[in-house]
């Protein structure tokens, strides 16, 4: 397959748990809801693919699986599966499962750190509290933060929705809580953040789509960002929309019309298992082959990281097979095609801040 040892840009996932995880705590993590199970897509996945990488048989149960996956221990079973990827540079939100120092040591390549709005917020606020001035504050600590990032981050899907107001200025009081929910609040603080990238040059990664039971997912679709985007038209801001199953045609449409709009798959690709064919070709009907970027979307666990690089390579390599067979396209667009997704449209996009003479993240 043309996806075989094709080097790939991860260019959104998350740190990895390396402590003991018993089989509850394990299966937790394999989904988004209270309670993951085994016996699911992502389950049948993981006991065929990661088995194997970890020198078991194909489809071990469950138990004798985790057993072996203890008795390895959770940094070497992050170091084999995450350096089996295939990744060479990593773009990590920093917001769950800690910094890119740990991460880069277990997986090598180049790791560059993403920052989340709302963290950065958060943090000021819980220090200040909703102080004359707070506003100033934010913004000056969002650019310091941006100062080493390669780019930026809004999770305002999990908070008050993608329908949040356009604010040019911030309100005039909101409720110093420890989850930041206030929509006006909100809706300017993810307009600092498109003004701050679309100076620095450094995207805005948008959660849409799936997310835990905090999410409301009506208010995750992405075409709820219709105005936002209107709104950043040629600025220079370069907006990444990130997971966005089940919406995947709906963002694909959004890369369609608007130029400055990529997206990714995420970890739509690990939990559909061997679906993962099917859904990039669904995402491939509309969307620009410009505007495709790899990621996994991975956290927490090592496995996710590797199947979002597995599933990837073997259903996108036999999408494209199946497209050189009917003559749809050539053998050599083709290999330009596997390499834009893999890496060349994520590096295109963040190439502004992977050039800053003081970006100083790397392996």
């Given amino acids: 397959m043309l996806t075989d ?48 990488a970890l020198d078991l048989p194909a489809h071990v149960g469950p138990d004798v699986y985790l057993r072996h ?3 390895l221990g959770g940094r070497e079973v992050a170091a084999r599966l995450l350096r089996a990827t295939g990744v060479t540079r990593w773009f990590l939100d ?44 934010i913004e000056a600590e969002l650019r310091a933060r941006a100062t080493n990032a390669v780019g930026l981050k809004t999770t305002v899907a999990y908070r008050c929705g993608l329908d949040f107001p356009l604010r ?9 809580e420890r989850k930041l929910t206030d929509p006006h609040l909100l809706g300017w603080l993810v307009g600092l953040g498109a003004r701050i990238g679309a100076e620095l040059g450094l995207p805005l990664q948008v959660h849409t789509g799936f997310g835990d ?18 709104k950043t038209t040629g600025t220079g801001l370069s907006v990444l929309l990130l997971r966005c199953w089940p919406f995947y045609r709906h963002a694909a449409y959004l890369a369609h019309v608007f130029e400055h709009v990529h997206l990714d798959l995420g970890l739509t690709i690990p939990y559909v298992g061997q679906r993962a064919g099917a859904v990039l070709a669904e995402a491939l009907e509309l969307a620009p082959f410009r505007a495709l970027c790899y990621a996994s979307g991975g956290y927490r666990l090592p496995e996710l990281h590797y199947l979002g690089a597995l ?20 053998a050599a667009d083709a ?16 190439r502004a801040a992977l050039d800053r003479p003081q970006h100083r993240f790397g392996g």
């Fill in 5 to 52: 040892g094709v080097p790939l840009t991860d260019q959104h996932c998350h740190g990895v748990v390396t402590g003991d995880l018993d089989r509850p705590g394990f299966e937790r993590l394999l989904g988004e809801g209270a309670s993951g199970s085994f016996d699911s897509a992502i389950g049948l996945a993981v006991r065929r693919w990661c088995a194997p």
């Fill in 69 to 71: 996956r203890a008795g």
């Fill in 94 to 137: 920093t917001g769950i499962g800690g910094g890119t120092e740990d991460f880069g040591e277990l997986a090598g390549g180049a790791v560059h750190e993403i920052v989340r709005l709302e963290d950065v917020a958060e943090q000021v606020v819980a220090e200040v509290g909703a102080v004359s001035g707070v506003y100033d504050r």
């Fill in 168 to 176: 040019d200025h911030p309100p005039t009081s909101f409720a110093p």
């Fill in 213 to 230: 039971s905090h999410l409301r997912l009506h208010r995750s679709d992405p075409l709820l960002l219709d105005d936002f985007l209107r």
């Fill in 311 to 330: 599933l990837w390579r073997h259903g996108l390599g036999t999408l494209i097979d199946e497209w050189i067979a009917a003559d749809a396209i050539t």
């Fill in 335 to 350: 290999e330009q095609l596997v390499t834009a997704l893999a890496h060349g449209n994520a590096e295109r996009a963040y």
